[in-house]
């Protein structure tokens, strides 16, 4: 029995650890701040990178955040970390009970009520990450669940432009808006893990980056927040085919419940088939050195 006992302690002090490990390299935002797919050298000079200024203790205080807006209460990741290694903790008294000679009666009680207690503990966790979630709302404003990217400002591509590189009659603001409401949009689906959602807004080959990263966090729930979140359109373009919209975000947003805001800047290009069939899809992210 005592054996036994020091085996299982072993086993879950090892488990704790490896949850812990893999807790540190899980939570990543859409992308997980890498370039991939597209790339375009579409940020002048004159529009490099410029640090965000700090977020008030009000902004910290009140996110508009993708998880939050998305479900008022969700496990963090390490919500699993506090049963094991509660259970570990215990595992190690039963089997310090039985070494000191208190009886073998008494260490399987104690491992029993341990047990016990992990399995109660696992099911409300279980129970409460599938609780029904609201449609995500940012900055007041909802979004249909199935909208997709579809902005179709005027004179698309066509002749004349009010800068060196975006069409005259661009309906600018309306892109950035629509834009900075599916940024918020995928984050919270990255987060949550819905692939469908993120494969009807991106081409093929960034989806099967984003799949493959959701993989490699072993399919976890996670939460990002987004602080503060600016929208710049740096380019549109008319290529055989397709058109091409570059947008710049930046900001601050934290990658973990509870930690501190950090700044982001990063250039989603998204592309449109030129016959109008279908809305605009990303088709790269590129950070922005």
Avoid: C
């Avoid at 979630?133 to 579809?150: I, S």
């Avoid at 399919?219 to 979140?229: F, G, K, M, P, W």
């Amino acid at each position: 029995m005592k054996k036994t006992l020091i085996t299982l302690l072993a086993a879950a002090v090892t488990f704790a650890g490896l949850g812990f490990g893999a807790a540190d390299a899980e939570a990543k935002r859409l992308g997980g701040g890498k370039s991939f797919g597209m790339s375009r050298n579409t940020t002048a000079p004159s529009q490099q990178a410029v640090p965000p200024k700090p977020a008030s203790p009000a902004q910290q205080a009140a996110p508009a955040s993708a998880a939050s807006a998305t479900a008022a209460t969700q496990p963090g990741k390490r919500g699993w970390l506090g049963p094991v290694a509660g259970l570990a903790a215990g595992l190690g008294l039963a089997a310090l009970a039985a070494h000191l000679g208190f009886g073998e009666e008494m260490a399987s009680f104690l491992m029993i009520l341990l047990l016990v207690g992990g399995a109660f503990l696992l099911f409300r966790l279980l129970t409460r990450s599938r609780q029904p979630q609201p449609a995500l709302r940012y900055a007041g404003a909802a979004l249909p669940r199935d909208e997709p990217m579809r902005f179709d400002p005027p004179n698309l591509g066509a002749g004349g432009t009010v800068s060196a590189a975006i069409p005259a009659g661009f309906d600018v603001e309306g892109f950035l808006r629509q834009a900075k409401l599916n940024f918020v949009r995928l984050q919270a689906a990255n987060d949550r893990g819905e692939m469908d959602d993120i494969k009807s807004f991106t081409t093929p080959e960034v989806f099967a980056e984003i799949q493959m990263q959701y993989e490699e966090r072993g399919r976890a729930s996670q939460r990002t927040d987004v602080h503060e979140l600016e929208a710049e359109l740096l380019e549109v373009a008319s290529e055989p085919g397709r058109h091409i919209a570059s947008v710049r975000f930046r900001g601050l947003l934290s990658e973990e419940r509870d930690a501190a805001p950090t700044p982001f800047d990063e250039v989603w290009h998204l592309t449109k088939p030129a016959d109008g069939g279908s809305g605009w899809t990303v088709a790269g992210i590129q950070q922005v050195a």
